[in-house]
């Protein structure tokens, strides 16, 4: 199993919207390319968001 975390500022307050970029950022960078040569059969990819105190965790799984 692996895992990606992707951590992203909501400088706008909007949490949602910052967890779906970082999501959004882990698909069109590839940073799960070539893991299944490495023998990864699934992946947890999270999306993090934060503003000042308040945090937010979006999970999609491959």
Known sequence: MGIIIEV???HDRN???ACK????QI?????EDG??????KSILKY???CYKKRCKVML???
């Open 60 to 62: 999609a799984e491959t």
């Open 35 to 40: 893991r299944e040569d490495e023998g990864v």
């Open 47 to 49: 999306g993090i968001a």
């Open 8 to 10: 992203k500022y909501a």
């Open 27 to 31: 698909e069109h960078t590839g940073y």
């Open 21 to 24: 970029a970082a999501l959004e």
């Open 15 to 17: 949490l949602d919207v």
